[in-house]
């Protein structure tokens, strides 16, 4: 059985799974949680960014990401960064959908899935 790496974990999660060639981070949301969406979608996929490099892998090798929105009308904010962010990158597989958070100021969770 392929070995399971599990970085940055607490007792809830593991932040970075890796897996058989597949890096899995859990959903993120961005720090400063005042921002607008396009704010907290940049804080989030510049964390992205990090992580990935932080075992060998980079938005280039993205497989899949799942996208929760607040309020559906901020899709067009949120799509721009994610296209600035891609800029040029192959973009992998997505879903964007509308989602009640537990905290109130949290607009946007982005989840990925990446080779290695």
Do not use: C
Not at 96 to 101: E, I, P
């Amino acid at each position: 059985m392929a070995k399971i790496e599990r970085h940055e974990k607490n007792d809830r999660l593991s932040r970075i799974v890796v897996h058989n060639g597949t890096v899995y981070l859990s959903g993120l949301t961005a720090d400063d949680k005042e921002a607008d969406t396009a704010g907290q979608t940049w804080q989030i996929l510049r964390r992205a960014d990090a992580l990935l490099g932080s075992v060998g892998a980079d938005r280039s090798q993205l497989l899949f990401a799942q996208i929760w929105l607040k309020d559906a009308g901020d899709f067009d904010a949120m799509n721009k960064v994610w296209v600035d962010w891609l800029d040029g990158t192959e973009p992998p597989a997505r879903a964007t959908v509308g989602a009640s958070f537990a905290l109130p100021n949290i607009r946007v969770e982005i989840q990925f899935t990446a080779a290695i």
